[in-house]
């Protein structure tokens, strides 16, 4: 077997399903994709925190709508849907307060999920450079 024949395996932290239809294994588009996306969730924990702090529930809606999709180009469907889930939320929601506990548990994530996506993009680098 030679490099060339040897396929990329996504991590099962994501949805590989998803992934390999979004992007038909071309890696590279994959990679560019992810570090995008991954260079644009980087303040997400911090700007969130601070929309929660200032008690501006729509502009925290507004800001989880539009880095949601962010969540679905790199794979991380549950995470998306988690993200839809407290978008929901804010839209009842009359003050930060009563969204604490899921706000809290949602930064949790979103911290993780940076570490998550940045060790993919690390895999798929070596990969692409041994393909190289």
């Keep these: 077997m030679n490099k060339e024949e040897i396929q990329y395996v996504y991590s099962g932290r994501f949805d590989t399903a998803f992934l390999e239809e979004m992007y038909a294994g071309d890696i590279q588009t994959a990679a560019e994709i992810f570090e995008s996306s991954l260079n644009h969730l980087l303040p997400s924990a911090d700007e969130s925190a601070i929309l929660y702090r200032n008690g501006d529930v729509e502009a925290l809606r507004k800001?989880?709508?539009?880095?949601?999709?962010?969540?679905?180009?790199?794979?991380?469907?549950?995470?998306?849907?988690?993200?839809?889930?407290?978008?929901?939320?804010?839209?009842?929601?009359?003050?930060?307060?009563?969204?604490?506990?899921?706000?809290?548990?949602?930064?949790?994530?979103?911290?993780?999920?940076?570490?998550?996506?940045?060790?993919?993009?690390?895999?798929?680098?070596?990969?692409?450079?041994?393909?190289?």
């Design 63 to 132: 800001y989880f709508h539009k880095i949601k999709p962010l969540y679905g180009y790199v794979g991380l469907l549950k995470v998306q849907a988690k993200v839809q889930h407290f978008e929901d939320a804010c839209s009842t929601a009359g003050i930060p307060d009563e969204l604490k506990a899921e706000f809290n548990e949602l930064l949790n994530l979103m911290t993780e999920s940076l570490s998550v996506i940045r060790q993919e993009l690390i895999r798929m680098k070596m990969y692409l450079n041994v393909r190289a």
